[in-house]
């Protein structure tokens, strides 16, 4: 079946603009997360989603960040006003409902470069 | 604050080979201990999922283990090919958080 997908793959910005980036979770799966992965630095989380609750923004690094979940499928990730030291890899990843410790299910991520 | 740790950072050996990659933890109060894979441009792929009452897990020629007590997990790869040069990510599930903390990674390369 389809993964967890995307989009766009590569995002080039310039400095002060804004841009959204796209994740689409497995069909069913009621667990979304988001994740940075910076250049010589590790995952680090951003923001939980879980079915209707109140999301976990306890990562999001500054106000400039926020994302959205419509009808418990898809999520957007917003970033306002980028910086240079927004440049890194987001990676969205997905989990079935029920089973908190399952695995995560990870997207192939979007690079995004602010110049 | 969970912190999480990976050595090596790096590791080149030749085709064949028995290795070990480490990682360690901070606080053992942890659900579950993951070790992914990720490949050039690509997202994570989930190797192995060890839950807190679990010992070890294995999958194929992967082997990974888990002392929660003293904060520490081995992934062992046996008989290394050049397919299973990748970065190797260890992660710890603590359900406070909901979310996954990270170790740096291990950059495995496999050489003919």
């Known amino acids: 079946g389809a993964g967890v997908s995307q989009s766009p793959s590569n995002k080039v910005t310039e400095k002060g603009k804004d841009v959204e980036l796209r994740c689409d979770p497995i069909?069913?799966?009621?667990?979304l997360y988001w994740y940075r992965q910076s250049l010589g630095q590790g995952l680090e989380f951003l923001i939980y989603f879980q079915g209707n609750s109140a999301p976990d923004k306890s990562g999001l690094p500054s106000d400039r960040f926020s994302a959205e979940r419509t009808g418990g499928s898809v999520s957007t990730l917003t970033i306002q006003r980028t910086q240079q030291e927004d440049s890194a890899v987001y990676l969205c990843?997905?989990?079935?409902?029920?089973?908190?410790?399952?695995?995560?299910?990870f997207g192939p991520g979007t690079r995004l470069t602010v110049l | 604050k969970q912190e999480v740790t990976q050595i090596p950072a790096a590791l080149s050996v030749p085709e064949g080979e028995n290795l070990v990659l480490n990682c360690s933890f901070t606080d053992s109060a942890i659900y579950n201990l993951q070790w992914f894979r990720q490949d050039p441009g690509k997202g994570l792929t989930s190797l192995l999922l060890i839950q807190s009452s679990q010992r070890e897990q294995t999958s194929g020629r992967l082997n990974a283990s888990l002392d929660k007590s003293s904060g520490r997990s081995t992934l062992y790869i046996a008989a290394s090919q050049p397919g299973d040069s990748a970065t190797y990510l260890c992660?710890?599930?603590?359900?406070?958080?909901?979310?996954?903390?990270f170790g740096t990674g291990t950059q495995l390369k496999v050489e003919l």
């Open positions: 990843a997905s989990s079935p409902p029920g089973i908190s410790t399952d695995t995560q299910y």
């Open positions: 069909s069913g799966h009621t667990a």
């Open positions: 992660a710890v599930f603590t359900g406070g958080g909901n979310k996954l903390t």
